[in-house]
């Protein structure tokens, strides 16, 4: 098939690896434009896509927007089959959803109709769902509505945000392969109506850990905003959570209890287990209150 791949984060990377190693004819690689990144955030840095696209040989284009008529000239220039779409994040017009011979195709990292839009993997654990999965689904203007023509499950079963996305980007990465290898077999199968939900983009004052709710909430919270970490102050400095338990508790919400760093929550209590203050690693409780005083008594 010629192709056209479109993706952004490291979680599109497994499909543009295993479209190649299948034998597919990738066209040119989209992508987010170049952010400022590094040490000191000022050189602009590629996106995980553009850098694997390069290395591979194959020709990037970074615009800003696919709205304008010389952009939308230039896609259907390229004479695709199909495009392959893996979290791009940006809007693709009608243009361009109408370009490729077959139209375009997403990978998206929920069970659909349930967690459209841009965060499905973190609302998944964040709301305490037993499974998700991936779909790919048949691309059409509105957001995530689109038919779906194969779909994966796993279940979340105490994973993280990083360790769920990794899983989700390897099944989706697979199961592209298997429907664009034979777009016949896999019909496009119209989502149902109900148990629709939307996955908000994460907003940074989530990360917040909030100990008034129940101590299953916070840990789920601990897990989905991993990465980048949910966090808590103490000494005028945020630490980060990466992993905690929940155990049985019952004290003032926001208490520390011992000195193990048991925090009461407003039901039961969390314990962290791995953690992380800003520019150190990532580290036990025992590490980090060994030079870091967090005593029985605190209100975090």
Not at 55 to 65: D, E, H, K, M, Y
Not at 224 to 230: K, W
């Amino acid at each position: 098939m010629r192709i056209v791949f479109m993706g952004t984060p490291e979680f599109a990377v497994p499909a543009l690896d295993a479209l190649i190693e299948a034998g597919h004819d990738i066209l040119a690689a989209y992508s987010q434009p170049p952010r400022p990144g590094g040490r000191r955030g000022r050189a602009l840095v590629p996106s995980p896509v553009q850098q694997r696209a390069e290395a591979l040989g194959i020709a990037v284009r970074t615009p800003v927007s696919l709205k304008r008529a010389d952009e939308q000239a230039a896609f259907a220039g390229l004479d695709a089959d199909v495009a392959v779409v893996a979290a791009y994040g940006l809007i693709l017009p009608r243009a361009i959803l109408d370009a490729p011979r077959q139209g375009c195709l997403n990978i998206h990292g929920s069970l659909l109709p349930r967690w459209r839009g841009a965060a499905p993997i973190q609302r998944a654990i964040e709301a305490g769902d037993a499974e998700t999965g991936v779909g790919i689904m048949q691309m059409e203007a509105g957001l995530d509505t689109g038919p779906v023509r194969l779909e994966g499950r796993t279940p979340i079963a105490g994973k993280t945000a990083g360790e769920l996305t990794a899983e989700l980007a390897a099944l989706g990465a697979r199961l592209m392969v298997t429907v664009v290898s034979d777009l016949a077999a896999y019909p496009p199968v119209a989502q149902i109506e109900h148990g629709v939900t939307y996955a908000a983009k994460i907003a940074k004052e989530e990360l917040k850990l909030g100990f008034a709710k129940d101590a299953a909430a916070v840990e789920r919270q601990v897990r989905a905003f991993h990465p980048p970490g949910a966090w808590f102050e103490a000494n005028g400095e945020r630490v980060r959570v990466l992993a905690a338990d929940v155990v049985a508790a019952t004290a003032e919400a926001g208490d520390v209890l011992d000195d193990q760093l048991t925090i009461v929550c407003g039901t039961g209590a969390i314990r962290p287990t791995l953690v992380q203050r800003a520019g150190r690693g990532v580290m036990t409780v025992d590490e980090l209150l060994r030079g870091f005083s967090i005593p029985p008594g605190t209100r975090l």
